[in-house]
């Protein structure tokens, strides 16, 4: 199967593999695969101190070891740069101090969080004296299958270990010597607190017929979770033999409306493409009410190409900014309106009212993020009654979607599906339910 660079394309995964080697690689996987089943129970029932010592214990090796991690790292990046990969994809994959900062303090912030593990979600008592409750449980065996952000793989980990769920780690190539180096500090971590190191596995193989192996998994893998580009998680969805949560590709909108705060819009817009552009909650097509088009416009369009961004831009919107003397503006295609850049360019639209804006986002939309900026509060609140997504934002940006941002210590990924889970994925939607059903010898009739 070809790799794209966005992901994987959709021929089968194990094509081409001579039938010796695929033996060996099935092998290899089914071993990881059963040494993680053997721990489910062992992290299951551990206590919720326990799972603590464990993450403080993680935090303190990924920092003990940054100087090796980083290493490693600049190893992967060097690699990718030599192979030509897009900007976008290479910040995605690098790791520096700050980084490693911010994946200790996401593990550390997990520690502070409730337990769900045991927790009551609801209890009722039949009319025959059976005392019902619904009680939140490990999911057992997760697959995490990704791309080049090393941060999934701490993030993954940290939000199973505290759920009692057992990790089974699949990355990308590009980021193979980075997530060798960051498992190693992590299940030190487990080890420290008591834990088995084997609830946390890392596939070490790069050969793309893990994925397959790994997705069709039954009574090993209780759950896949895949997270990158379209085309991976397209072929996860479709070829899966276990449950998955879908991960969804972020075409993001920011609609300025004509009531909005016009400064404030600025500072929106601007947050929301370039504070970091290569993630899927950036902002990727501006959405102007023709009422404040030719009086903002041209405000905003300079301060982002201060920024370095590429504009797309509708025939309103380069009429209006070439009379402004701004006539570095790409002509938009159909194309740019439904794809996600995850780099510097942004396309723009002029609409004529909310109702244009809203027609816009339900054809292109991937059901990600969206934001209105107004301060009318009646357009706000059709907007965000009325935009199917995982997040809609009202004078926000879009850059908040994330599960750091929301409190959940971290993310395991941001899902668009409405099935179980939707938005960022933190410690409860990892995580299943049981009865628990307590009697005194009642028999059905």
């Not at 912030?109 to 490990?138: A, K, T």
């Not at 590009?174 to 997530?179: Q, T």
């Not at 994925?425 to 059905?444: A, D, F, P, W």
Request: proline share 4%; net charge negative.
């Amino acid at each position: 199967m070809a790799q794209t660079e966005n992901g994987w394309s959709g021929a089968a995964v194990s094509d081409g593999l001579p039938e010796a080697a695929e033996d060996t690689l099935r092998t290899y996987v089914m071993e990881r695969l059963e040494a993680a089943k053997r721990v489910t129970s062992i992290l299951g029932m551990a206590a919720t101190d326990q799972k603590n010592r464990a993450l403080e214990a993680m935090a303190d090796a990924l920092w003990a070891e940054r100087k090796a991690i980083l290493a490693a790292n600049a190893s992967d990046v060097r690699d990718a740069e030599a192979a030509g990969q897009a900007p976008a994809r290479i910040d995605r994959l690098m790791l520096n101090e700050s980084r490693m900062e911010q994946a200790a303090d996401g593990l550390r912030q997990i520690v502070s969080l409730p337990d769900p593990i045991g927790e009551v979600v609801e209890s009722f008592e039949r009319p025959n004296g059976l005392s019902i409750e619904r009680v939140r449980v490990p999911m057992g065996v997760i697959a995490m299958i990704y791309e080049s952000r090393p941060n999934v793989t701490v993030d993954a980990a940290g939000l199973c270990v505290k759920t009692g769920n057992v990790a089974v780690l699949r990355g990308s190539r590009e980021s193979l010597r980075s997530n060798i180096a960051l498992l190693h500090a992590l299940r030190r971590g487990l080890e420290a607190a008591g834990l088995p190191a084997d609830a946390l596995q890392l596939i070490e193989r790069a050969e793309r017929a893990t994925v397959d192996l790994l997705i069709r998994a039954r009574g090993l893998v209780d759950l896949a979770i895949p997270r990158g580009g379209p085309s991976l998680i397209s072929r996860v969805v479709e070829e899966a033999r276990v449950p998955v949560i879908e991960t969804g590709v972020g075409n993001c909108h920011v609609y300025v409306d004509s009531a909005a705060n016009l400064e404030m819009a600025t500072d929106i817009v601007i947050n929301a493409k370039t504070q970091r552009p290569s993630v899927c909650n950036a902002a990727e097509t501006l959405l102007v009410h023709e009422g404040v088009a030719e009086t903002w416009l041209p405000t905003a369009a300079r301060a982002l190409l201060a920024r370095g961004v590429e504009l797309r831009g509708c025939e309103r919107t380069r009429q209006i900014l070439d009379a402004n003397g701004i006539t570095s503006v790409v002509p938009a295609i159909e194309e740019d309106w439904e794809t996600e850049f995850l780099a510097l360019t942004l396309a723009v639209k002029v609409v004529a009212n909310l109702d244009a804006a809203l027609a816009h986002i339900d054809r292109y939309g991937t059901k990600h993020s969206e934001v209105i900026v107004t301060e009318d509060p009646a357009a706000a609140a059709r907007f965000l009654a009325r935009v199917d997504a995982a997040a809609v934002y009202h004078n926000a940006s879009s850059r908040f979607t994330d599960g750091f941002e929301f409190g959940f210590g971290a993310e395991i990924g941001i899902s668009t599906q409405k099935l179980h889970a939707r938005g960022p994925m933190g410690l409860r939607e990892i995580t299943s339910c049981k009865y628990v059903v307590r009697g005194n010898g009642q028999v059905r009739g």
